[in-house]
T-cell receptor
Framework: DAMVIQNPRYQVTQFGKPVTLSCSQTLNHNVMYWYQQKSSQAPKLLFHYYDKDFNNEADTPDNFQSRRPNTSFCFLDIRSPGLGDAAMYLC???????????????FGPGTRLTVL | GQNIDQPTEMTATEGAIVQINCTYQTSGFNGLFWYQQHAGEAPTFLSYNVLDGLEEKGRFSSFLSRSKGYSYLLLKELQMKDSASYLCAVLDSNYQLIWGAGTKLIIKP
């Protein structure tokens, strides 16, 4: 089945220790998103890639970086995690057909990050 | 600013009907999505409305009124597995999704 995969599902890191979360997709979608979601809050868009074009949200902290080496993979790097970065990190994809078209986003299962 | 409002929590009884409302104020409008999210899991797509009116999909229906900036998700014949959060999201003029915080729906037997 075509899908969005995130690894690991649960990640524990120490305060200030860099961590990388990964996302892969078999849908061959041209857009990939990273969201941060805290309990009972809306998903917050961190950045997205349209093919290799990187789009950073204005309020995404510099502590968060992303890489998309190819269509299938996208990584979220947190350079120095703080306690406030503990959250669920969701990866999503969609196929951009054209400016006036919009398909739904397909989400991976998420990675729950704990910062000790 | 852009704003999506939904009730924080609702409770309903198994077998009943529940309506979850969503009001929005966004810079432009290119459609409204409803997603279901079970605790600890990713959101899954339920519906997309861009024209006024009611879209029905089995037990779930979604309604949109663009002039009122209003949508609702109607769930019929509630089942215990429908206990989840329901997220409303609006596509703004830049084709960015603006998300509501979600409505936690609790189903009681």
């Amino acid at each position: 089945d075509a899908m969005v995969i995130q690894n690991p599902r649960y990640q524990v890191t120490q305060f200030g220790k860099p961590v990388t979360l990964s996302c892969s997709q078999t849908l061959n979608h041209n857009v990939m998103y990273w969201y941060q979601q805290k309990s009972s809050q809306a998903p917050k868009l961190l950045f997205h890639y349209y093919d290799k074009d990187f789009n950073n949200e204005a309020d995404t902290p510099d502590n968060f970086q992303s890489r998309r080496p190819n269509t299938s993979f996208c990584f979220l790097d947190i350079r120095s995690p703080g306690l406030g970065d503990a959250a669920m990190y969701l990866c999503a994809t969609r196929q951009l057909l054209g400016r006036m078209d919009y398909n739904e986003q397909f989400f991976g299962p998420g990675t729950r990050l704990t910062v000790l | 600013g852009q704003n999506i409002d939904q009730p924080t929590e609702m409770t309903a009884t198994e077998g009943a009907i529940v309506q979850i409302n969503c009001t929005y104020q966004t810079s432009g409008f290119n459609g409204l999505f409803w997603y279901q999210q079970h605790a600890g899991e990713a959101p899954t797509f339920l519906s997309y409305n861009v024209l006024d009116g009611l879209e029905e999909k089995g037990r779930f229906s979604s309604f949109l009124s663009r002039s009122k900036g209003y949508s609702y998700l109607l769930l019929k014949e509630l089942q215990m597995k429908d206990s989840a959060s329901y997220l409303c999201a609006v596509l703004d003029s830049n084709y960015q999704l603006i998300w509501g915080a979600g409505t936690k729906l609790i189903i009681k037997p």
